[in-house]
């Protein structure tokens, strides 16, 4: 548990770019009890402003719930897979929704920009 309580240290005291890559790259234990708590101490950086620091919070999220699904099955092991799979669902939704509404607004700017060519041609044109 003391590596991991460094580890996270290690990872707050990093700039962005910094934490993303001890995200990416960094100690992931193999025990249950220490995986579990790995797994909480990630979910509030999966809501970081930061969008690569959540996307590798995202990824650790992943690293310990592959880790997790491989361990002996019991009540709190299967809780914890069940609620950190929910948060990687949550946030992979969050991000499909983000793409989405980025092409209905580039969408829109486009079609206003065909308009307003249309009216200009028309307008010269007499």
Known sequence: MRALETYHEAVGLKDPAGQAALLLS????????????????????????????????????EAVLFKLRRLPQTHEVSRTVEELAAEVARKEREGRRSMWLGFGVI????????????????????
């Open 107 to 126: 969408g829109g700017l486009l079609l206003l920009l065909v308009v307003l060519v249309y009216a200009i041609v028309r307008a010269f044109r007499g």
């Open 26 to 61: 960094g100690y992931l234990p193999d025990s249950a009890e220490v995986l579990i708590e790995a797994g909480v101490r990630c979910i509030p950086l999966l809501r970081c402003e930061r969008e690569a620091v959540a996307d590798a919070a995202r990824h650790r999220l």
